[in-house]
């Protein structure tokens, strides 16, 4: 039995999230000697891995289960709440929590509509001259079908203007690509009834992150994530199949206009009544050396969070204090200049049909971690002795290394020594590959 370090006067912290995002929440704040337990909802058994702390999961409950939510608060008296899941912030569960007194790291249902209603986003970005693809909202199937035909050879993008599980856009190559994704606009339910048509941009795609108080910001730090299930960038889009931390498209001159970009949108939610207190994920494209919005997300990505807060050398409770009490200003973050790559571990036919990979044994979990590197759990429980298949994205692997090739490396090695029964591991071996070729440059 682990011995867990629970002493006096140390603090709860309830964290809000099921997957690797929410691991790596838990190996942070586990690092920080001012945190006594962690509580997570509805977290999953590998992120006890990570940690000497007593981390307590709750995965009979959803993310948004508001009111369960609150009672573990008050019952468990916890001192922060940190919430890193979209459908949390658009249920309202951070404004719940602030009404009762809790502090929270989140924003209010108000700030997060930046991500929640991607109709009323582009409106709000595009309003404060920030650069963004051409877009048009539509209420109906049919008002966005007859708008495509009028131009046959387009590219667009279709999207759910609410929460789609990451699903929503849809890439169409023409105009009877487009009428087949807004036909399908309907299987997102409330979510799709509004939808967009964007211009289709072609650029290279990163992703920054900015710790908000309501008034000031720092950018944490950038990354970039590999979102198409294969090697290649080929097959279906997923959650995320691997990233890394901090990509070298990301240079002086972007990370100054990324800078202007996130200014304008915090300073923009506060003038309008929605001031922004958590972490603002900007999903950016580099086209000819400037940056588009392509999207706002109320939240830390997955599985970017897992490169990003382990680079972090600040006690995270320092961080946290910094976002509510709105001292972002004073404070001194300090970064390593590490390069870290994530890998996700999926079951094979994932993201479209790995029904029958749920259950299996998952080997070598162990093995992997005294290679040197960090697994963050995510579809994955404890079967007796055993760990099994419990969702799509298994498990993530994260290593650092002085230079993304060194990163790789470990991470590779290590991610070779597990595997899931009945050959139903799936991963991509090119992680990565944009930066190893601008460094073999
Ligand atoms: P979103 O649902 O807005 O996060 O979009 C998911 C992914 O679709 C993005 O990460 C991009 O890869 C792609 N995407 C969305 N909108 C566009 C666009 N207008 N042009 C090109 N790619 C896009
Ligand atoms: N990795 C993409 C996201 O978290 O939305």
Known sequence: MKQFEAKKNRKTILIIDGGGRGAALV???????????????????????????????????????VAEILQIAREEKVDLVDVAQDNAVEAGLVDALMLNGVPVIGPTKLAGQIEWDKAWARSFVGGYLIPIPKYKIFYTEKEGIKFVKNYPKRSWFVKASGLAEGKGAIGAKNANEAIDAIRKMSKFGKSGETYLLEEWLEGEEFSAFALCDGKNFKVVGYAQDYKRVNDGDLGPNTGGMGCVSNPLIVNANIKNKISKIFQKTVDGLRQEGRPYIGVLY?????????????????????????????????DFIEVADA???????????????????????????????????????VFGIDKAIKSGVKVYGAGIKRDGKDWVVNGGRVFYVMADGKDVIAAREKVYKAISLISIEGDNLHYRTDIGWRDIERVKQ
């Open 27 to 65: 190996d942070k704040y586990g690092q920080s000697k001012q945190v006594g337990k962690i509580l997570v909802v509805p977290g999953n058994d590998l992120m006890q891995i990570n940690t000497r702390k007593h981390v307590v999961t709750y995965q009979n409950l959803k993310t948004n289960s």
């Open 282 to 314: 900007l999903g950016g494209m580099v086209i000819n050396g400037n940056v588009y919005v392509i999207e706002f997300n109320a939240r830390w990505g997955d599985p970017e969070a897992q490169v990003i807060l382990p680079s972090i050398k600040n």
């Open 323 to 361: 976002i509510i009490f709105g001292q972002i200003k004073n404070l001194k973050l300090e970064i390593d200049n590490k390069v870290r790559v994530v890998v996700a571990g999926t079951a094979k036919g994932y993201p479209i049909d790995y029904l029958s990979v749920k259950g299996k044994k």
